[in-house]
């Protein structure tokens, strides 16, 4: 390990004892690795010299951006290397005229969401933790809260630069809106967990921002009733921004972890619902066609979110559900897709799993996209009732979720703490021919080895 | 060969002799190829039947759809089984609560189209050719008019079901809005031509159908001017569908053939626009907001398209450009990409070599894309001087469209005809990628082998 000083001989940037524990986990911490040099690169060539040492040696490499990842993509179960890309973090170019930026891939969401915005741009992917990096995003393919209209992560990398297990450098895409030149590298990069190539380069696609944004949120007796106004909303063609559905008991959680107060607590569950545009008035035209609906379709109320006071309120207690749950115990995030019309029937059945089997599922998500956020809360769990409950659990809402037709990650990834799941969810031959490729491009298991798959 | 009609006992759904023509080659007619069997699968398992045999007998397979391609890549040039999908043309099912459709890789567009439209709902893709099949817009990523807002194929591809050139069959994605569960094969297929896995059944998301739509037609005084106003319409967020430009001395070719008139004929060029929405005011606004954005950038003019007999006549003439190219000559489309914001320098050396070298080159295409169509005009050339000169006109015009930061092909792929082109433009580390792929899962190369690389 110590030959990687004489690759990086900025002796700040290679660990080789003394390595924080930080570096040998995901966001969650429990899951731990070990490893034998943290190394810090600070350009794409410094990243193809380690590869290319790592490959010589048949030496792991388990790359990391921030270290936001849930589901322990980012820990380093076989030694070796852990590639920390976080110092690689320059916005290179904003190009307005082909609506585009390019940046490094340790650039945090927040700081570049704030710097496109400065410019009139908007960087609409918008997955729930801002601190992440925009290499980690699109190494899960993140979503977010404006998937419905947006889309995700995927749907905004123009082009990237990457290098491979064998320290290759590849160019994919580029600044240009199509391609249909040879298989798409890009597509296959995007969402691979950092198990084919290490990202060092990312052209990302732009939009004028939206100049106005107003917020509704609608009350309805249950969840079912919401989740089926959603769909009338979509085909009413409201092309709202958001749609996030909560369960009035997770309201009263994250309420009372903000000590805020949502409106309407007689409801039985929640659509959070946000519309933005180019002017006040066509927004509002959407908006009002959206009450229309909603309250033709069940609503109880809908109501505006005309001041901003209420507005951040209501969107603070939504964001602090996760950490309102984690203040109380630990919990195993899952974040399970189905089809849009089964996420009534998908949390409904989780509501039964809590009830039979004693442990707390707290749900809300994206209802928009039948993506669903479910936390398993340990309680007062000692560990080995905890890993029978947690499995037991888990194996019966991912059957349902496979029943359903749905998949076993929306936008956390798999990595290595939903393999089991994905494993039997997901089409074995399907698994055998991605496995073919992690093998045609890295034939000696180096980059990121065991995620996903084994 | 006759071993197909034991795995397709149905004689006519196997043609071992009198192969008409129409098979061994693309909609162009001018690259041939041979093969010693045609055959017509009903069902993803005949296809899987069929690939397993000719996998255990390492025969080359061309799957092809409607045969509208463009660049050859349902040319069998190197015999064995032509695999034709047309007879797998059912829609399975249409699905409202999800926006999605289900269909065989046979079905047109045309057809699908219609079908959603009926339903109140929209499948956007919209490339020129509306007698292509599904399958095939998928396996060329095709594009098309409405990309500005609606984006491409890839963009409504939800789920596929794909047998492998080992004749297994994977399934892919679903009905599922998002998806980051392992190495996207759906992504990785999309655009590969039909090298990686014949497509046999395909889930489609769709949007409602947009209420009201309006045009316009913006002169310029030169194409430059109109690129740059196309710029700033974007960036007033006022969303077109489609922004298509072309060139006034295109235009009259195609008002000769069509023997119609453009409004405005004293204009350099054009700008053609449309916007689409869920009601007239919010379409109206945004078209007004173009308007003055437009009119305060060079635009001579901005004629609304009120009148139907109006917009029909324009998109008409837009429409049959290509026709009206070929009624005189055979001509080599040409679909190069770049940037948005070089697409008037791009048409200007494609004026300037057409100039130099008395090779006629006729421009148009989607200008809120940077996606070029250039028809590169034979004329009365003799086979072996139409050679020379085409390849020395392609090679300037693909070098600029590197040098610009463009690829190849944006939306008609690779296939023979754009390979010397691909291969030096395209990173030789990427290509290799590619290769090393088309080898992990066709070890064999048995399927559609030679199309975008060798």
Redesign the interface.
Known sequence: MHELQTIITDPGRVLVSDIPGAYVTDNLGRLKGQCDAVVFPVSTEEVSAVMKWAYAHSVPVTPRGAGTNLVGSTVPDRGGIVLDLSRMDRILEL??????VTVEPGVLLSRLQAHVEEQ?LFYPPDPGEKESSIGGNIS????GMR?VKY??T??YVRGLTAV?PNG??????????????????K??L???EG??GIITQCVLKL??K??YVLGALVPFASLKTGIDAV?RL??????PTAMEFMERKVVELGERYMNLRFPFPEAGAYILLSFD???E??VR??AE?ARQAALENGALDFLLLEEKQVQDEVWRVRGALVKAVEAVSEQEPV?I?????RTAEFIAYANQVEQESGVQLISFG?A????VHLCVVRGGRETEVWKRDLHAVMTRIYGKSREL??????????GLSKKPY?RK???P??????K??????DNRNILNPGK??D
């Open positions: 190009d307005p005229d082909t609506l585009t009139g899960t393919n993140a979503g998937a889309g995700v995927r749907d491979l290759e450098v590849i160019t994919t895409g580029g600044k240009v809106v199509k391609d249909s030149s040879g298989l798409s590298l597509h296959l995007i969402g691979s198990t084919l939009v004028p939206p100049a769909i979509i085909h009413e063609n409201t092309g545009g180019a002017g008035g066509e035209t959407r066609r974040d897709v189905v089809p849009i019309n994206h928009g996209d039948g993506n037709g749905g998949l076993t990650s929306g936008e956390h990834g798999i994905f969810a997901a089409d031959a399907a698994v055998l021919a991605m073919q490729i992690k093998l045609a491009l996903i798959f």
